[in-house]
């Protein structure tokens, strides 16, 4: 009964969904949205097991790295919590050779970054209509923390990755088949195109030419080729989910209900 009574509720909200996008009409319409309300319900629980295990996982880590660096600054005998403070650095950025310790003190900016968002979304503390205000609004604490912190931070990752990208590209466009020499030959015109650089080598072709503007070019291949192949992608992967959801609703894939047990 523990893995059958989940099959049949998934198999009934799954066909009811199913029947009241097609039939949006008494009774298959309010089950709908009596369905979705019940999902945002049960998402609530899900982002606080979610909180919960980022918490004990980084909580855990940041004890244990307290620990170790407590009785590394205790060897050799003196005054250990002066010894301790001077050695800091040395403790917090993984200088020690204990796997299970080491970088505690990210850790603990994860944690108080966590703790922060939450007390600042949970309590709505300045926010300028107060309680009943969206914590989304401007002016209050909680968009502070998310302009001032993490949309830098979020740039800051993303102009790392910038290396990455560039050193992928590298890899993957050296000319040495007939595709790889296509993807090569449109990656540098798209990226040419988006400079003035594109403009200028083209500006003296004749109007009739217009086609051949490296700009122009380079908006033809993200209008026709490159839109083509994505709506070929979201084909493909709105298939797989289709197939997906009918292995689910139908007791095909058992796999979220953990171990298969007899």
Known sequence: MRRQVPLIITLIVGAVLIIAAFIPHHPFGRLGENFSL??????VFAFLLGGGNLVRIHGARFLRGVRTSVQEAKKGGGFWPLKFLVEFPFFAFGGLEDKRGRDWF?????????????????????????????????????????????NPLQATMYALLAFFVASASYRAFRAKTLEATILLATAFIILLGRTPAGTYATDWLPSWLDFFHIPNLANWIMAVPNLAGQRAI????????????????????????????K
């Open 38 to 43: 019940y999902f945002d319900i049960i998402a």
């Open 234 to 261: 979201m084909i493909g992967i709105s298939l797989g989910v289709i197939a997906m959801s009918l292995r689910v609703i139908l007791g095909v894939e058992r796999t979220y209900l953990g171990a298969d047990e």
């Open 106 to 150: 990210f850790s603990l900016i994860t944690l108080a970054g966590f703790f922060a968002m939450l007390y600042a979304g949970l309590f709505k503390i300045g926010n300028p209509d107060g309680w009943q205000g969206n914590v989304t609004q401007p002016g209050g604490l909680f968009q502070e923390f998310y302009q001032s912190m993490f």
